[in-house]
């Protein structure tokens, strides 16, 4: 209100009913709705509609309409795709929707009635906000179906993705309380998660808070029910960094080695917990190799306890 006071126009349209009624003599301005993201095209209408063909299902899916269809075109379009000639690529909407998924996540964990500690908030958080979780969940939701890209390794990446979550589904469905073997473990640690399927599940939220003229509670009544399984999952059992379990575990004999490559270009970790053995992780990173080692460290240790109490 002071801001405005000096002619800065920083409210948005929806609080400024409520400001004038608080002091009707000041003159309030408001925040102006971005324009359309549409670029300058002779024929924008037809090609938007053309390139959109057959979204109606992806919004009948998400249950949301989208007025101006050019967002939902630019939230799905990859650099690489140059058909699109109407909008921008999808990097602007995910740079603004990875921040509002952030921003509705926190907010929703941190309201919850459990009253989570700190610790367990950035466990949770760390858990929900990534581009596993970002990616897995646009692939159920079938987000790849309408992605738009010229890039065969990026689709055979996709692809490959899109039938291990299919397979991990499967598996599920059969025995919900099936153990998964070491194999499907390793499987999952090595499996390279497409970046873009994490990043279009961000820019669809970002397109969504445009379309609805900046609307976050919009955005979250369309993304908290493909997330709430999810939360709730986790919030009932906190998932833990393998590599933070162990090392409490472990504190004073779990030994990290540097990272070594592999002769296909992998990284292979070494973990030594002292007097209970060497355990390797391998994969794309540093990170995810050292997550595989501690998870197979932490296996070996847990299956050893009863051993250990019954000696």
């Avoid at 194999?183 to 808070?209: C, N, Q, R, T």
């Amino acid at each position: 209100m002071f801001l405005c006071s000096l002619g800065l126009k920083v409210l948005p349209v929806g609080r400024r009913t409520e400001a004038v009624a608080v002091a009707p003599d000041l003159g309030y301005g408001w925040l102006k709705i971005p324009p359309r993201s549409m670029l300058d095209h002779p024929d924008a209408e037809r090609t938007l509609n053309h390139l959109i063909s057959g979204f109606e299902n992806f919004e009948a899916k998400i249950n949301y309409t989208f007025q101006n269809k050019a967002y939902l075109l630019q939230a799905f379009t990859h650099a690489s795709y140059h058909y699109n000639t109407v909008t921008d690529c999808y990097q602007r909407l995910e740079f603004l929707g990875d921040a509002i998924l952030d921003y509705l996540i926190t907010k929703h964990l941190y309201e919850d009635p459990r009253q989570h500690s700190p610790g367990v908030l950035t466990d949770l958080r760390s858990a929900l906000v990534n581009n596993t979780i970002f990616a897995s969940l646009a692939v159920k939701y079938d987000y790849h179906k309408y992605f738009k890209a010229i890039s065969p390794e990026l689709f055979h990446v996709i692809d490959d993705f899109v039938q291990f979550q299919l397979e991990k589904n499967e598996m599920q469905g059969m025995d919900s309380e099936l153990r998964r073997s070491e194999e499907a473990e390793e499987k999952e640690e090595d499996l390279e998660v497409p970046k873009a399927m994490g990043d279009i599940f961000e820019s669809l939220a970002g397109a969504i808070y445009m379309d609805s003229r900046m609307s976050l509670e919009t955005v979250w009544e369309v993304y908290y029910p493909m997330m709430r399984p999810l939360i709730e999952k986790f919030s009932a059992n906190v998932p833990r960094s393998p590599v933070r379990e162990l090392l409490e575990m472990e504190p004073e004999t779990a030994k990290f080695s540097p990272a070594e490559r592999t002769y296909d270009g992998k990284v292979r970790v070494t973990v030594e917990v002292v007097g209970k053995g060497k355990f390797k992780g391998v994969g794309r990173s540093y990170r995810i190799a050292k997550s595989a080692a501690a998870r197979r460290a932490l296996r070996s240790l847990k299956a050893n306890q009863p051993q250990a109490q019954a000696s």
